[in-house]
């Protein structure tokens, strides 16, 4: 299983702050929490940030970056401030 | 002209002279307003070896020309002097209403000469400015000061710039602060107000600011304030969570720093996030003048009443950094330097350093008496010594010079996490290259607003960088981020705004305004020009880009210990010859001859 964190506005969508998946890699697991909860993908769509261990999918394999067993995966929709 | 008014406000404390003068439409073209015309207007009339405390030392409010117009966030000024807290440039900018005040009554730039034998404040209606006596406010709370002149001033729609009993007591990292919780926060324009003996400027104004074309310019706002309410950030984040929004994703990327950047992951951060301070603190959000972000919070807690804030820089400073995850000890912590006028990030970040020097044994209680231990996590001591900051009493004498003069009197400037002598705020660059050398080359020393490069290394806008790549790509990034900020900041619009808006958005607006006709292209050399004047008066100040264009060693040599970032430094040396290079400086980091030509600043250097 892989524990998933959630932020900002995703945590109104899910109802809670993290949750945990069953995925082999990032883009599985989106899929699965977007077919659970629809508006997140909606929420995801302008850009979203998505960490594995901290490390974001952009310099990894981006949706194919691989999940084992205990990785945290934590998604941010877009933020910004400063 | 149109965006400008056309008009130099200048009063002379020493001599009570106030004049006012015409702004030359060449110096507009060439540093557009705000923060670079002030700068070149600064370089050219004091030396910039001078004592910054001395009253040759110059003050400048400056409005952009798009200050006072219904630009989007058009509501921004600049304060710019020579900073008492790193000796180089100072320009701290600041939102509310004051700025658009100054321009409607009929000046772009306020300059502050000499020195008053007593308190004063100088106030302005219209035409109408007066040097008043302000003994009866010396010492008194932002707050207090503002409601009593208000009441002096007879028009509750008058706006105030002031110090705290912090600028009177000369701390180098005091604030202006303009309708009370705004502030011109950061290298200690606050203490130069108080130098100068100034308490505040009161001004009203009844002008309206005149745009080249105004229908063109109507289109072309509301086109721009579409694209911002559209977009997620801008149109989402910000009004939603505040700049706070950024505690989460900057600890869980593992650069939220630590015990005074001893680490990079904070086990408490949710419990000082935005979305904790939404939950639990906040009553609305709040815009500035001609804003539609709104990113502004109005906070509630029973110890101080309704107040403003935190922002995400002043929470990470009084948490994570002093090792704090109360989130109610953070807002009255926040509130007090509001009130006191005080920088919160140097504030914060001088207290954590301090704590790390105690906690090493290098601070020894005895040296404190009876006051509290220093000691991370400990929520008493933040607010005493807030409060002995301000008023320079006790060891608050002490804190009240920052953190690397404090630091350094123990033998031990290593502790103090800044740059130029000023703290470094709420990114740890051992997760953020780019932001590293932002950080080591800053013109007014650490600062993540001179080019957050945080933008593009963390939170993927408007490209995706990886954050530890050191590529030449990666220093003509940090270049560009520079010097579109320098032309935002010139202009009078918000930074915020860049999270929507690109170069080519700014010329639309500048050009409609001014009735210039600058391509995107021009706008960004303006801002390079801006840089490099900046730079001149540095370098002309003492600057030495070896010795100062530097990060702490920490960054440098000790890894980081734990998270997403562990085991990497800071590849300073890989990155800022390209940063030079991308520049056109020579490697030693001076500019170029052919630079100053091109950009036409040969004269000055
Ligand atoms: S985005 Fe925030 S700080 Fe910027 S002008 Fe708007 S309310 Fe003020």
Redesign the interface.
């Known amino acids: 299983m892989v524990k998933v964190k959630v932020f900002a506005t995703l945590r109104n969508i899910v109802g809670k702050n993290e949750l945990e998946v069953q995925a082999d890699t990032v883009g599985e697991l989106l899929e699965k929490l977007y077919s659970e909860y629809p508006e997140m993908k909606k929420e995801l769509e302008k850009g979203a940030v998505i960490l594995v261990n901290g490390k974001n999918i952009e310099h990894l394999e981006k949706l194919d970056t691989k999940l084992k067993d205990g990785d945290v995966v934590s998604i941010f929709p877009p933020v910004g401030g400063g | 002209m149109f965006g400008y008014i056309g008009k130099i406000l200048r009063v002379n404390l020493t001599t009570g002279e106030i004049k006012t003068e015409e702004l030359k439409e060449e110096d507009a073209k060439n540093f557009i307003g705000g923060r670079g015309l002030a700068t070149k207007i600064l370089l050219e009339e004091i030396d910039p070896k001078i004592d910054p405390f001395s009253p040759e030392n110059k003050l400048i409010f400056a409005t952009g020309p798009l200050t006072g117009t219904t630009a989007p966030t058009g509501g921004r000024y600049m304060v710019v002097t020579k900073s008492p807290l790193t000796g180089f440039i100072a320009s701290s900018n600041s939102g509310g209403f004051f700025g658009p005040e100054l321009k409607a009554a009929g000046y772009d730039f306020l300059i502050i000469e000499g020195k008053a034998d007593h308190p004063v404040y100088i106030s302005i209606k219209d035409d109408d400015v007066e040097i008043k006596d302000a003994s009866h406010l010396w010492g008194k709370r932002v707050s207090e000061t503002t409601d009593k002149l208000l009441e002096e001033f007879g028009d509750k729609k008058a706006r105030v710039a002031c110090i705290g009993p912090a600028g009177e007591k000369l701390v180098r990292f005091a604030s202006i602060m303009n309708d009370k919780h705004r502030a011109a926060g950061r290298s200690g324009v606050g203490a130069v107000m108080g130098s100068k003996n100034l308490k505040a400027v009161v001004v009203r104004g009844t002008k309206k600011v005149e745009v080249a074309d105004k229908e063109k310019f109507m289109s072309v706002v509301k086109e721009k304030i579409k694209k911002i309410k559209e977009?997620?950030?801008?149109g989402?984040?910000?009004p939603?969570?505040?700049?706070?929004?950024?505690v989460?994703?900057i600890n869980?990327?593992?650069l939220y720093p630590t015990n005074n950047f001893q680490t990079g992951v904070f086990p408490y951060a949710?419990e000082q996030?935005?979305?904790a301070l939404a939950a639990k603190y906040l009553v609305r959000n709040q815009a500035c003048f001609a804003c539609p972000i709104g990113?502004g919070r109005v906070t509630y807690h029973p110890a101080v009443g309704v107040t403003e804030g935190p922002?995400?820089?002043s929470i990470w400073a009084f948490g994570a950094d002093c090792g704090i995850n109360d989130l109610a000890s953070i807002v009255i912590a926040n509130h007090l330097c509001d009130e006191l006028g005080l920088d919160t990030i140097s504030t914060g970040t001088t207290i954590a350093a301090a704590m790390e020097l105690y906690e090493k044994g290098i601070i020894k209680q005895e040296e404190l008496g009876d006051a509290p231990p220093l000691r991370f996590g400990n929520t008493e001591t933040l607010h005493y010594y807030i409060e002995k900051i301000a008023k320079r009493e006790g060891f608050g004498d002490k804190l009240a010079e920052g953190s690397y003069r404090l630091a350094e009197s123990y033998g031990h400037p290593e502790y103090s996490m800044s740059v130029k002598k000023q703290e470094l705020p709420a990114y740890d660059p051992r997760g953020a290259e780019g932001h590293g050398i932002n950080y080591a080359t800053s013109n007014r020393g650490g600062c993540?607003?001179r080019g957050?490069m945080?933008?593009p290394e963390?939170?993927?806008?408007p490209v995706?960088l990886?954050?530890?790549d050191v590529s030449e790509e990666k220093a003509k990034w940090v270049k560009i981020f520079q010097d579109l900020t320098a032309v935002i900041d010139s202009a009078g619009l918000c930074?915020?705004t860049s999270?929507a808006l690109g170069a080519e958005d700014y010329a639309d607006l500048l050009n409609a305004a001014t009735g210039f006709d600058f391509t995107a292209d021009e706008w960004l050399k303006a801002g390079e020009r801006v840089w490099n004047i900046e730079r001149i008066f540095n370098l002309k100040a003492g600057l030495i880009p070896e010795k100062d264009d530097t990060l702490p060693k920490r960054f440098l040599e000790e890894p980081m210990p734990e998270?997403?970032?562990k085991g990497h430094v800071v590849r300073l040396h890989e990155l800022l010859p390209k940063y030079y290079k991308a520049r056109g400086w020579d490697e030693k980091g001076y500019p170029t001859e052919e630079k100053l030509k091109e950009l036409g600043l040969d004269k000055y250097y």
């Not at chain 2, 977009?231 to 801008?234: A, L, S």
């Not at chain 2, 939603?240 to 950024?246: I, K, S």
């Not at chain 2, 963390?458 to 806008?461: E, N, P, R």
Request: aromatic residues 14%; contains cysteine; charged residues 15%.
């Open positions: 977009n997620p950030i801008t989402g984040g910000l939603n969570y505040g700049t706070a929004v950024l989460n994703i869980e990327n593992g949710y996030s935005g979305e990113c922002e995400y820089e993540h607003v957050y945080i933008s963390i939170l993927g806008v995706k990886d954050p530890h930074l915020f999270f998270g997403p970032n």
